[in-house]
């Protein structure tokens, strides 16, 4: 079993910054990385970004490259979403996942355990 909890989601204005965090527990030393999704209102939840626990490859979406960064804390089994130059399409729900796999790590479905979410809002 894994247990994720993710944090630091709340209301900014637009242009403002964000990190988010994503607290990994239990089995989560079998696993490949974390991903970071988000579903908006309407919307399918999509992916925005992952970091593989060994080497730390990140991958992103390119909706958001240039302003989130993901980053890992080993010791602690924590994974990170900075969030910059927010812009009010960001608004949805976080979620983190695990993934056990090594495949393509946009593919939703690739992802085992899911947190509870967090919700960013980000005004104009």
């Known amino acids: 079993q894994v247990q994720l909890v993710e944090s630091g989601g709340g209301l900014v204005q637009a242009g403002g910054s964000l990190r988010l965090s994503c607290a990994a527990s239990g089995r989560i030393f079998s696993s490949y990385g974390i991903g970071w999704f988000r579903q908006a209102p309407g919307k399918e939840r999509e992916f925005v970004a992952s970091?593989?626990?060994?080497?730390?490859?990140?991958y992103y979406a390119n909706f958001v490259k240039g302003r989130f960064t993901i980053s890992r804390d080993n010791a602690k089994t924590t994974v990170y979403l900075q969030m910059n130059s927010l812009k009010p399409e960001d608004t949805a729900v976080y979620y983190c996942a695990v993934q056990f796999s090594d495949n393509y790590y946009g593919d939703r479905n690739e992802y085992s355990y899911w947190g509870q979410g967090t919700q960013v809002t980000v005004s104009s």
């Open positions: 970091i593989r626990w060994s080497a730390g490859y990140t």
